[in-house]
């Protein structure tokens, strides 16, 4: 992936981090602290992939292991997203 492509990613992540953390901040509901993880981990992701691609934890790849992280921290968000809509419904 070329690095133009990674700095892309990780501003879009980062300013979607930032929208989130602050509905977080102003609401206080959980479903956007979660939210707001997922994009930690995809912003800390692109971080490690653009500045620091070697790094390794316990041998591991420091960028597989966070995006490992923010996918299953998405599917956890997406399945409160469709609860909460499900929920908006049954109303």
Same mark, same amino acid.
């Given at each position: 992936m %070329? +690095?133009?492509l990674? $700095?892309? #990613?990780l /501003?879009?992540?980062a300013i979607?981090l930032?929208a989130f953390?602050?509905?977080?901040? =102003? =609401?206080r509901?959980a479903y956007?602290?979660?939210? $707001?993880? &997922? *994009?930690?981990?995809? &912003?800390?992701t692109?971080?490690?992939?653009? *500045?620091a %691609? +070697?790094? /390794?934890? !316990? !041998?591991?790849?420091l *960028?597989?292991? #966070?995006r490992?992280a /923010?996918?299953l921290?998405? /599917?956890? $968000?997406?399945?409160? #997203?469709? @609860?909460r809509?499900?929920?908006? =419904? @049954?109303?």
């Amino acid at each position: 992936m %070329p +690095d133009i492509l990674k $700095s892309a #990613l990780l /501003a879009l992540f980062a300013i979607h981090l930032a929208a989130f953390a602050l509905l977080w901040w =102003r =609401r206080r509901q959980a479903y956007y602290l979660a939210a $707001s993880l &997922t *994009f930690l981990l995809l &912003t800390a992701t692109f971080a490690v992939a653009r *500045f620091a %691609p +070697d790094a /390794a934890l !316990g !041998g591991l790849s420091l *960028f597989w292991l #966070l995006r490992i992280a /923010a996918w299953l921290s998405a /599917a956890v $968000s997406i399945a409160w #997203l469709i @609860r909460r809509r499900l929920a908006r =419904r @049954r109303i």
